[in-house]
């Protein structure tokens, strides 16, 4: 949920009591927001306070790229503008800044069992990859496309790792060598592929599942980043195999969009399975994110919006000895409100695993 407050005084960069006039009772806020630590039964909570400021008019004069998701801020850009925006032909650009993916990793020298069909273990556990993060929580491991993150114990309820699929974020494969599932948005994300043939395939069921698509139509009361890819199942791989990241969160109002431009805001690739000393399973892909144009006048034809699920890795080198690729990540979401026509055609496809995505105009 989300909602617009006015600031009623400056907050510094090292910390402070913010006070605001909002649309609720009294001028307070309209929804609840909480910031808690996981327990047992409940993922982390948190919410974020994004400052907006508003243009008379505004013409890009570059690309703009919106800064990642990082389990506390980023992960959204949000422009308000009291006249014309003008893309003038420039990207915004959200790709993979929204939930991260997931993983676990192992020590070469442990071998994952026959195959389980286990929904949570542990984050510690060689029988399993790690969950993606989600609306439902953040798991101990994670991949931001750049950075391996532990937060140094499990996360989520029961544990951070397991085929099951926590909200919109990706399964994690399981015994042995599945692939991880993709994230969710738009549309649910894809399930990993059973694990090494040459132990039996996916006799109980230990492929990723997909995160789901977290709200019902209609979807235009909610701003929802990507989910994040679970991991693949590893016993060669030290490091782990990692889940994509979900695209991020852009959100623009204004009197008027003219010219043309671009938003993305696509998830990443699942991590490929590839040879150590023998392929492991692949990670899920993460979940396009959410584009929402609201202009009070003209039309959004001018402007190209994609919003596409990230592959499922694929695996490598085990041609007549397959393992489990990962899963595609479902579509993202757009919302678009304009008297004069709205964004012509967006890409929202899922990738490899499930197309799917939401449209609301």
Same mark, same amino acid.
């Given at each position: 949920t989300y909602e617009f407050v006015r600031a009623t005084n400056s907050v510094p960069l090292t910390g402070g009591t913010l006070t605001?006039?909002?649309?609720?009772?009294?001028?307070?806020?309209?929804?609840?927001?909480?910031?808690?630590?996981?327990t047992v039964s409940q993922g982390r909570r948190t919410f974020q306070i994004i400052r907006v400021v508003q243009y008379a008019s505004l013409t890009l004069s570059s690309n703009i790229t919106v800064p990642d998701w990082n389990g506390q801020v980023g992960g959204v850009l949000a422009l308000d503008i009291a006249g014309n925006m003008d893309f003038n032909g420039f990207t915004i650009n959200a790709d993979n800044r929204g939930f991260r993916g997931g993983f676990v990793p192992n020590d070469p020298s442990n071998t994952s069992g026959a195959n389980n069909g286990d929904y949570v273990l542990p984050g510690s556990t060689t029988e399993g990859s790690g969950k993606?993060?989600?609306?439902?929580?953040?798991?101990?491991?994670?991949?931001?496309?750049?950075?391996?993150?532990?937060?140094?114990?499990?996360?989520?309820?029961?544990?951070?790792?397991?085929?099951?699929?926590?909200?919109?974020?990706?399964?994690?494969?399981?015994?042995?060598?599945?692939?991880?599932? !993709?994230?969710?948005?738009?549309?649910?994300?894809?399930?990993?592929?059973?694990?090494?043939?040459?132990?039996?395939?996916d006799l109980n069921g230990s492929r990723?599942?997909?995160?789901?698509?977290?709200?019902?139509?209609?979807?235009?009361?909610?701003?929802?980043?990507?989910?994040?890819?679970?991991?693949?199942?590893?016993?060669?791989?030290?490091?782990?195999?990692?889940?994509?990241?979900?695209?991020?969160?852009?959100?623009?109002?204004?009197?008027q969009f003219v010219g043309s431009g671009t938003i993305t805001s696509n998830g990443s690739d699942g991590e490929v399975g590839e040879v150590v000393n023998a392929p492991d399973g692949a990670?899920? !892909?993460?979940?396009? !994110?959410?584009?929402?144009?609201?202009?009070?006048?003209?039309?959004?034809?001018?402007?190209?919006?994609?919003?596409?699920?990230?592959?499922?890795?694929?695996?490598?080198?085990?041609?007549?000895?397959?393992?489990?690729?990962? !899963?595609?990540?479902?579509?993202?979401?757009?919302?678009?409100?304009?008297?004069?026509?709205?964004?012509?055609?967006?890409?929202?496809?899922?990738?490899?695993?499930?197309?799917s995505c939401r449209e609301r105009v």
């Open positions: 605001f006039e909002g649309g609720g009772a009294g001028d307070g806020l309209i929804n609840s927001y909480n910031n808690f630590d996981p993606g993060e989600g609306i439902a929580g953040t798991p101990r491991y994670m991949w931001d496309g750049t950075s391996a993150i532990d937060l140094g114990s499990d996360q989520l309820p029961g544990g951070d790792a397991g085929r099951g699929a926590p909200g919109n974020a990706g399964g994690g494969g399981n015994a042995h060598n599945a692939g991880g599932g !993709g994230g969710g948005n738009g549309g649910d994300g894809g399930t990993g592929g059973i694990g090494w043939e040459g132990i039996g395939g990723g599942l997909g995160g789901v698509s977290p709200v019902a139509a209609p979807v235009g009361d909610r701003r929802i980043m990507g989910g994040g890819g679970g991991g693949g199942d590893v016993n060669n791989d030290a490091n782990g195999i990692r889940g994509g990241q979900g695209g991020g969160i852009v959100y623009i109002q204004a009197d990670g899920g !892909g993460g979940a396009g !994110g959410t584009v929402a144009l609201i202009a009070q006048s003209g039309s959004l034809s001018g402007v190209t919006i994609q919003a596409r699920g990230g592959n499922g890795g694929n695996t490598t080198g085990d041609a007549g000895n397959e393992h489990g690729p990962g !899963g595609g990540g479902g579509g993202g979401v757009v919302i678009s409100t304009s008297p004069g026509g709205q964004v012509s055609s967006p890409d929202l496809a899922g990738e490899i695993g499930r197309a």
